[in-house]
């Protein structure tokens, strides 16, 4: 008897190139899996359940504008490190890590550009550089758009992501940004000016609790999570549990905290007419 013998089985090789990377994308609220090209063109939501997947800064710029019109400002600002933080990573690593990671300067992109027309300025946090929060550089962009906007008596746009809310890298260098943009769109407001608030999935802290808070007209997408402190940490600091649904854009806005939950394919058409409306009004 042949000790080698035909084997009872056959090993299948895949090769390596028959299943690319990044073809696929797995939803995080309902699991179905996606083809990328399905939900690029679908504005990266889910076509079945209609999660909103987080967009970065470029991407909504482009869902919102006009093709070729937007022009940025302050487009190579960057960070000190006020405080010289130093932590598991020092800030200045942090900021050259994400930098690399996203190929932006910082949290923000800023400018002007039309919207079926209409021109406005508007700003954009990008949630991956250190979770969107504000520090001097974000606060300092959002500040001089909302100033440039107030002079140019147009409307600005402010378009939230932003988990991190404060930078705590920046101590409070960072916290003094949400009174300095605030009291810009102070300024703006005693002008009569128009400044619609954007919130997505998720504007948290500082952020909602300054700038993003505060607009004219508050839109935000469906179950975006907004707030202050995050779910947990007020369960754990109340020791109750929280109603389904808490802090999410549908729970804020029977609660009066907003003023419309807006699908991203609707977005562009819903500023156009907001704008468009008190223009006239
Ligand atoms: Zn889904």
Redesign the pocket.
Same mark, same amino acid.
Request: with cysteine; glycine share 8%.
């Given at each position: 008897m042949a000790l080698f013998g035909k084997p009872k089985y056959t090993i299948v090789r895949l090769k390596k190139k028959e299943i690319p990377d990044g073809l696929w994308t797995k939803?995080? =609220?309902?699991? =179905?899996v996606?083809y990328n090209k399905t939900l690029e063109e679908n504005l990266k939501v889910?076509?079945?359940?209609?999660?909103h997947f987080t967009l970065t800064a470029y991407e909504r710029i482009e869902t919102i504008l006009d093709k070729d019109t937007f022009q940025e400002y302050d487009k190579d600002m960057v960070s000190a490190d006020p405080i010289e933080f130093k932590g598991p990573k020092t800030y200045k690593e942090k900021l050259a890590q994400d930098q690399a990671a996203t190929g932006l300067k910082d949290a923000v992109i800023t400018g002007e550009g039309l919207i079926n027309g209409l021109n406005v300025v508007l700003a954009v946090t990008d949630s991956r550089f250190i979770m969107g929060s504000m520090g001097s550089v974000v606060g300092e962009k959002i500040t001089r758009v909302i100033e440039n906007a107030t002079k140019s008596r147009r409307p600005v746009i402010i378009v939230s992501g932003s988990g991190g809310g404060a930078r705590m890298y920046e101590g409070m260098y960072s916290l003094m940004q949400m009174a300095k943009t605030c009291a810009a769109l102070a300024r703006h407001h005693d002008e009569k000016l128009l400044f619609i608030s954007v919130l997505t999935n998720p504007t948290m802290a500082g952020v909602m609790a300054s700038f993003a808070g505060i607009g004219d007209v508050i839109l935000a997408e469906p179950k975006a999570l907004i707030g202050f402190t995050g779910p947990r940490v007020i369960e754990q600091t109340i020791r109750q549990k929280l109603p389904p649904g808490f802090q999410r854009s549908e729970f804020l806005l029977e609660h009066g905290m907003i003023d419309m939950i807006v699908h991203r394919k609707n977005l562009k058409d819903t500023l156009t007419k907001t704008i468009d409306y008190l223009n006239h009004a």
């Amino acid at each position: 008897m042949a000790l080698f013998g035909k084997p009872k089985y056959t090993i299948v090789r895949l090769k390596k190139k028959e299943i690319p990377d990044g073809l696929w994308t797995k939803c995080e =609220e309902c699991s =179905e899996v996606l083809y990328n090209k399905t939900l690029e063109e679908n504005l990266k939501v889910c076509p079945k359940c209609n999660y909103h997947f987080t967009l970065t800064a470029y991407e909504r710029i482009e869902t919102i504008l006009d093709k070729d019109t937007f022009q940025e400002y302050d487009k190579d600002m960057v960070s000190a490190d006020p405080i010289e933080f130093k932590g598991p990573k020092t800030y200045k690593e942090k900021l050259a890590q994400d930098q690399a990671a996203t190929g932006l300067k910082d949290a923000v992109i800023t400018g002007e550009g039309l919207i079926n027309g209409l021109n406005v300025v508007l700003a954009v946090t990008d949630s991956r550089f250190i979770m969107g929060s504000m520090g001097s550089v974000v606060g300092e962009k959002i500040t001089r758009v909302i100033e440039n906007a107030t002079k140019s008596r147009r409307p600005v746009i402010i378009v939230s992501g932003s988990g991190g809310g404060a930078r705590m890298y920046e101590g409070m260098y960072s916290l003094m940004q949400m009174a300095k943009t605030c009291a810009a769109l102070a300024r703006h407001h005693d002008e009569k000016l128009l400044f619609i608030s954007v919130l997505t999935n998720p504007t948290m802290a500082g952020v909602m609790a300054s700038f993003a808070g505060i607009g004219d007209v508050i839109l935000a997408e469906p179950k975006a999570l907004i707030g202050f402190t995050g779910p947990r940490v007020i369960e754990q600091t109340i020791r109750q549990k929280l109603p389904p649904g808490f802090q999410r854009s549908e729970f804020l806005l029977e609660h009066g905290m907003i003023d419309m939950i807006v699908h991203r394919k609707n977005l562009k058409d819903t500023l156009t007419k907001t704008i468009d409306y008190l223009n006239h009004a």
